[in-house]
């Protein structure tokens, strides 16, 4: 699926004008035009949303009386289910940038919890670039175990999800681990060869 992260709406017919002696009746005329400054930051705050669609593998097992639940506690204008299992948002642009941060948020509380876990007691520190398309996992370890090599899917997981919703969905996710007493990279991984391993192994 191809995400659309698009302003939508009446973008073209804006127009911006510093006049402020048009007639109330003028005003409403042309309201369609957005001649005014406060119908401009009303239209930059209502009407162009963002579109995106969330690729089937994400969405998972759902329905879409499911989803119109989600979009009403989300404040979400509507998320619609595409025959192919991918769900199309469509949301404010405030929305959007809301649930990037709750997004954000979330991803760093699971790499906190990560740090140091029975799942992964050798890991001192996660560290990650503003956008999760970088990641540098400190570890005690000399070379990776079964259960740390598996870890970089969770990784490309969090940097795949925060890629699609910011509009980035072809995103490469990099993962570094780094050996906490020398400082050398001991392996490194990316999400884009994820694919090439898949082909090469069938």
């Known amino acids: 699926s191809t995400l659309a992260l698009t302003a939508c709406g009446k973008e073209n017919q804006v127009q911006s004008s510093d006049s402020s002696t048009q007639t109330q009746e003028s005003s409403t005329s042309s309201k369609k035009k957005d001649t005014s400054k406060a119908d401009t930051i009303n239209v930059d705050k209502n009407l162009f949303d963002v579109k995106i669609t969330i690729p089937a593998d994400f969405v998972g097992e759902t329905t879409q009386k499911e989803l119109d639940a989600q979009a009403k506690e989300s404040d979400i204008h509507s998320i619609t289910l595409n025959d192919d299992g991918s769900a199309t948002y469509v949301m404010s642009k405030s929305q959007h940038k809301k649930i990037m941060k709750e997004l954000s948020d979330n991803i760093n509380s699971a790499l906190t919890e990560m740090v140091g876990s029975e799942d992964y007691p050798n890991f001192t520190d996660i560290k990650t670039n503003s956008d999760f398309t970088n990641f540098t996992v400190t570890t005690t370890a000399s070379e990776l175990d079964l259960t740390d090599s598996v870890s970089v899917m969770a990784f490309y997981m969090y940097g795949g999800m925060y890629a699609i919703f910011n509009g980035n969905d072809s995103a490469n996710i990099h993962v ?27």
């Open 176 to 202: 570094d681990f780094v050996n906490a007493d020398s400082g050398e990279i001991i392996d490194s991984s990316d999400s884009s060869e994820l694919g090439d391993a898949e082909q090469a192994e069938e």
